[in-house]
Every structure is written in structure tokens, then in C-alpha cells.
């Protein structure tokens, strides 16, 4: 038992106890250290005290590739930059031995990587890899200014103190990916609680496991209120069947872009949404559920209906319009006999057509005043004070306004050529007044002309007379009659009143 103590506190006991005490406190600082500058000291530290080196450094592999130094004692900057690069190994090259050099100049080393360790003062060397998850991630040097034989032991020595500053490397990248791991899931978490879109998690059997803000305001529900409920409580039933097939190919990996459809908000109304569905896999990379990312898009299915209308009615009325323009051609060039006073005659009654479009153009097509197409069809005329125009305010629709301003464009023309305002002393009394006729209220529009030419009935109807009694009368769904009277022509118009606006009684 003597024998065994005193043999503990020889020299060799003593060496291993000193080793011992090098490799604790290399454990305790490396377990300690929070920056890589604190690992390295430390890792330095213990290969000087346990190799008993001249110099010593440690080397780390770039995201590119290039081994490059991260700390050094002992030598000169030339020296690093002239050997950044230099290693025996590849990064990722799996578990290989430490390289020793008892002499350079006895070296397979190049010449000019021999002339550079010379010139910085250094005879031996070893390459010890620093590995991470069994491949070298970098290494640390020990160099000595005079030759030197490496032991086994001293290889020993350094693949312990490789290994242990391998391991701290390890824990230390684990830490990073950790808390980026974190930041990113945060990151993620707060972008998917604070997303405008509903974001919502459900499992392979249609549960909801998850809901953001935006789902909230999108469906009314709180997350008590649906998380755990079927994903069936969003969709109408008469969309049910949609979710087995939406299931049926997430479970295949598949998904769904864009995939328009309606929901249901908590209070009953229905929605339309865009709706994008992603597989969701679990720790084991089974699919596990799905992701869906909902966004309300009745304002746009809205404007498309509103837009698609606005094409129909557009639609409606050039059509109108083009059979009103053939139908004047047709009636134009029927009654009369010189093309040149039939080229005329259509121009004037396109322009009258022209001005009422105008009109309604500015409106937005919602309608015209009456005291405005009235203005417009006679302001080819220069009828001034002559016409006299007295009636209360009233709308009227883009069917009503079109067709009027072509029957006064006629009755204007008619009492032009041959009517009252064909001398100076004629004058005309344009007057209405909206009566209710027991079916609805009525706009009831007389022309009275006076002081002009005798007037004596025409041997046959003329186009104006047509186009006021028969076509005026139905597209007005009214009457319409003209009287021709010795002391001037009488007009009657009637048509009812879709949404009477009478505010005031307007004059000329």
C-alpha cells in the first residue's frame, strides 16, 4: 500500500495530476465561455500547458470553404496571410488522424510552403482536426522552433483537447440554430398573428387546431369559440362536400392555390374567399394536417359583378343605340329624295342624338334633367327667347332622355322649315307638369306653336310625325300625338315617371 503511494506522488503521478488539473480547467472555461473568442483563449491555454509548445493557433473553415485563422499566439501576420488556405483535409472529411512534422526541411512540403515556416522562425509542426459531428470543421497548429518528435502521447494529448474544444463547438452551434430557430418561429408567429389573412391549422380529420387574428375578424369567431370545432362549421352545407376532396389531396401531399369558394361568418353572412391550402407534416415528416390561408375577396367578386353589369348595360345601350342610328339612316334616306338634303337632314340628327349621349355621359348614365336635354336638343336652333320653357325639375332615365331629345330635335326642325320659328314673330311655348293618373304619376310635356305660317295638315305623315306618334310612343311606353292646327302645331307627350325628383317649377 506504501509502495502504490509513493508511486502516485513520483513524478509520473504528479504529470498526470498537472494533466488533470489542465483538462478541468479547460472543461469549466470551455462550459463557461459565452463568446468563441473565450473558447479559443482557453483551447490555446491548455495546448501550451500540456504540449509545451513554442507557438500555437487555431483555424476554422469559411462558409466558403477557405481555412482561415481565428486566434494565434506567437505568430506574425505575414506568416497568417501567407498561409490562409493550407490544410491537409477537406471540410466534412470524416475522422482523420493529426499530422505530425518533426522537421520541415525533411518535409514532403513544397519549397515555397517550406521557405515561408522558415522564414517565420519554425522547424516542427502539427495539424490537429477539429471535428463537429465526426467531420473537420478546422484545426489547431503546435509549432516548435527546433525540431521535435511528436509522441503518441503528445498526438493523445492534442486529439483530447480537439475533442473537447470539437464538443464546445458543437453545443455552441446548436445554440445559434437554437435561438435562430426561436427568433424564426417568433418571427413566423407574430407574422401569422398579425397577418390581414385568416391563417388556420386543421388535422386530417378537419378539426381546427389553430386561429390567428385575421381569422377572427374575417369569421367572427373567437379561438375558444372554434379551435377544437370541425373546420364544417365555416362552410355552408351545401359546399360540404368540398372538404373530403381538400383532405383527400393534402393527404396525397398535394396543394391548393387560389381555390375560390364561400364561407360563413359566425353571424350567418356568407363570404367569398380566396383559399390556399398547404400539407402540414409532423416531427417525422408524415402529414399530419393542414394549413389554410384565407382572404376575403367580396369586394372584388362585387366589382365583378358590378363591372360584368356595367359590360352588359354597356352592351344594351350601343346596341340600342346603333339600331336608333340604322332606324334614323333608314327613315332618313326613305323620305328624302336628294341625297345631299338627306346627308344633312342625318348629320342633324346625329349630332341631336351626340348631345343627349353627352349628356348621360356626364351623368354617369343614371339619368339627365329634363330642363337640360330640353336645352341640348334645341341648341342647334338659336331659338333664344322664342321658346319658352316652364315645367317643375324632373329626372329622367337614359331610355326617356334619348328619346326625347331626338322628338324635339324633330319638332325643332319641323317648326324651323316650316313652323313657327321660320319667321321672326313665331314663338313657341314648351311647358310639363307630373300628374298622378290614378296608375302612377305621369310627365305630361306640351309644345304649342304660334305666330308662325298658316298651318295646314300634310298630305302624309313625315318621319318626325312617325318617329313622335309611333316609335316616341312606345319606347316611352306614353302617347304622343301632333296636331296641326291653322295658327300652329300642337304636341302632346306623356310618359310615366320612374323616380320623380319635382323640387321647383323652372322657367326660361
Given at each position: 500500500m506504501?509502495?502504490?503511494?509513493?508511486?502516485?506522488?513520483g513524478?509520473?503521478?504528479?504529470?498526470?495530476?498537472a494533466l488533470?488539473n489542465?483538462?478541468?480547467?479547460?472543461?469549466?472555461r470551455?462550459?463557461?465561455?459565452t463568446?468563441?473568442?473565450?473558447v479559443?483563449?482557453?483551447?490555446?491555454d491548455?495546448?501550451f500547458?500540456?504540449l509545451k509548445?513554442?507557438?500555437?493557433?487555431?483555424?476554422?473553415?469559411?462558409e466558403?470553404?477557405v481555412?482561415?485563422?481565428v486566434a494565434?499566439?506567437?505568430?506574425s501576420?505575414?506568416?497568417r496571410?501567407a498561409?490562409?488556405?493550407h490544410?491537409p483535409?477537406?471540410?466534412?472529411?470524416?475522422?482523420?488522424?493529426?499530422?505530425?512534422?518533426?522537421?520541415?526541411?525533411?518535409?514532403?512540403?513544397?519549397?515555397?510552403?517550406k521557405a515561408i515556416?522558415?522564414g517565420e522562425?519554425?522547424?516542427?509542426?502539427?495539424?490537429v482536426?477539429l471535428?463537429?459531428?465526426g467531420?473537420v470543421?478546422?484545426?489547431?497548429?503546435?509549432?516548435?522552433?527546433a525540431?521535435?518528435v511528436f509522441?503518441?502521447e503528445?498526438?493523445?494529448?492534442a486529439?483530447t483537447i480537439a475533442?473537447?474544444?470539437?464538443?464546445?463547438?458543437?453545443r455552441d452551434?446548436?445554440?445559434?440554430?437554437?435561438?435562430?430557430?426561436e427568433q424564426?418561429n417568433q418571427?413566423?408567429?407574430?407574422?401569422?398573428?398579425?397577418?390581414?389573412?385568416a391563417?388556420?391549422?386543421k388535422?386530417l380529420d378537419?378539426v381546427?387546431r389553430?386561429?390567428?387574428?385575421?381569422a377572427?375578424?374575417l369569421?367572427?369567431?373567437?379561438?375558444?369559440?372554434?379551435?377544437?370545432?370541425s373546420v364544417?362549421?365555416l362552410?355552408p352545407?351545401?359546399?360540404?362536400?368540398e372538404e373530403?376532396?381538400?383532405?383527400?389531396?393534402?393527404?396525397?401531399?398535394?396543394r391548393?392555390?387560389h381555390?375560390?369558394?364561400v364561407?360563413?361568418?359566425?353571424?350567418g353572412?356568407?363570404?367569398?374567399?380566396?383559399?390556399?391550402?398547404s400539407?402540414?407534416k409532423d416531427?417525422q415528416?408524415a402529414?399530419a394536417g393542414?394549413?389554410k390561408?384565407?382572404?376575403?375577396?367580396?369586394d372584388r367578386?362585387?366589382?365583378?359583378?358590378?363591372r360584368q353589369l356595367?359590360?352588359?348595360?354597356?352592351n344594351?345601350r350601343v346596341?340600342?343605340?346603333l339600331a336608333?342610328v340604322?332606324s334614323l339612316?333608314?327613315q332618313?334616306?326613305?323620305?328624302?329624295e336628294?341625297?345631299?338634303d338627306a346627308?344633312?337632314?342625318?348629320d342633324?340628327?346625329l349630332?341631336?342624338?351626340a348631345r343627349a349621349?353627352?349628356?348621360?355621359?356626364a351623368e354617369?348614365?343614371e339619368?339627365?334633367r329634363?330642363?337640360?336635354?330640353i336645352i341640348r336638343?334645341l341648341?342647334?336652333?338659336?331659338?333664344?327667347?322664342r321658346?319658352?320653357v316652364?315645367?317643375p325639375s324632373?329626372?329622367l332615365?337614359?331610355?326617356?332622355?334619348?328619346?326625347?331629345?331626338?322628338a324635339l330635335?324633330e319638332?325643332?326642325t319641323?317648326?324651323?322649315?316650316?313652323?313657327?320659328?321660320s319667321?321672326?314673330?313665331g314663338k313657341?311655348d314648351?311647358t310639363?307638369e307630373?300628374?298622378?293618373?290614378g296608375g302612377?304619376?305621369m310627365l305630361?310635356?306640351?309644345?304649342i306653336?304660334s305666330?308662325g305660317?298658316?298651318v295646314?295638315?300634310?298630305?302624309?305623315?313625315g318621319?318626325g310625325?312617325r318617329?313622335i306618334?309611333?316609335?316616341l310612343?312606345?319606347?316611352l311606353?306614353?302617347?304622343?300625338h301632333?296636331?296641326y292646327?291653322p295658327?300652329?302645331?300642337i304636341a302632346?307627350i306623356?310618359?310615366?315617371?320612374?323616380a320623380?325628383?319635382?323640387?321647383?317649377?323652372?322657367?326660361?
Open positions: 506504501g509502495e502504490v503511494a509513493r508511486q502516485e506522488s513524478p509520473e503521478g504528479a504529470h498526470r495530476g488533470h489542465v483538462f478541468f480547467r479547460l472543461t469549466d470551455l462550459f463557461r465561455a463568446i468563441a473568442s473565450e479559443y483563449e482557453a483551447a490555446l491548455a495546448i500547458e500540456t509548445c513554442d507557438r500555437a493557433s487555431i483555424l476554422l473553415f469559411d466558403a470553404g481555412m482561415r485563422f494565434s499566439r506567437g505568430l501576420e505575414g506568416y496571410k498561409v490562409t488556405g490544410t483535409w477537406s471540410p466534412g472529411e470524416p475522422q482523420p488522424a493529426p499530422v505530425a512534422v518533426a522537421d520541415i526541411d525533411s518535409s514532403n512540403e513544397s519549397l515555397e510552403v515556416i522558415r522562425g519554425i522547424r516542427a509542426l502539427a495539424f482536426p471535428l463537429m459531428h467531420g470543421v478546422g484545426k489547431f497548429m503546435v509549432y516548435q522552433d525540431p521535435r509522441s503518441q503528445d498526438l493523445d494529448l486529439r475533442h473537447q474544444v470539437g464538443f464546445c463547438l458543437e452551434a446548436a445554440r445559434v440554430l437554437r435561438s435562430r430557430a424564426t418571427l413566423l408567429g407574430s407574422i401569422v398573428e398579425n397577418s390581414n389573412d391563417i388556420i391549422s388535422g378537419g381546427i389553430t386561429w390567428n387574428k385575421g377572427e375578424r369569421f367572427g369567431y373567437a379561438p375558444d369559440e372554434i379551435i377544437g370545432r364544417l362549421t362552410i352545407p351545401e359546399l360540404h362536400h373530403p376532396g381538400i383532405i383527400a389531396r393534402i393527404s396525397r401531399g398535394e391548393l392555390e381555390f375560390e369558394t364561407r360563413v361568418r359566425k353571424t353572412e356568407r363570404i367569398h374567399i380566396s383559399l390556399t391550402v400539407p402540414v416531427a415528416g402529414i393542414a394549413s390561408i384565407a382572404r376575403d375577396i367580396t367578386k362585387r366589382a365583378d359583378e358590378q356595367l359590360v352588359n348595360e354597356l344594351h346596341k340600342n343605340t336608333t340604322q339612316a333608314m332618313t334616306l326613305r323620305s328624302t336628294r341625297s345631299a346627308r344633312a337632314l342625318l342633324a340628327r349630332t341631336a342624338l349621349h353627352d349628356l348621360l355621359t354617369n348614365w339619368g339627365a329634363l330642363r337640360e336635354v336638343a341648341m342647334a336652333f338659336n331659338s333664344g327667347a321658346v319658352a316652364s315645367g324632373v329626372r332615365t337614359p331610355k326617356q332622355a334619348l328619346s326625347l331629345s331626338i330635335h319638332l325643332a319641323n317648326a324651323a322649315k316650316y313652323g313657327a320659328l319667321t321672326d314673330a313657341v314648351l310639363w307630373v300628374r298622378d293618373d302612377g304619376e305630361h310635356l306640351v309644345w306653336e305666330g305660317p298658316v295646314s295638315p300634310p298630305e302624309r305623315a318621319f310625325s318617329l306618334e309611333r316609335s310612343a312606345h319606347d311606353a306614353g302617347e304622343a301632333i296636331a292646327r295658327e300652329g302645331v302632346t306623356s310618359t310615366p315617371v320612374e320623380p325628383h319635382v323640387y321647383q317649377w323652372e322657367e326660361q
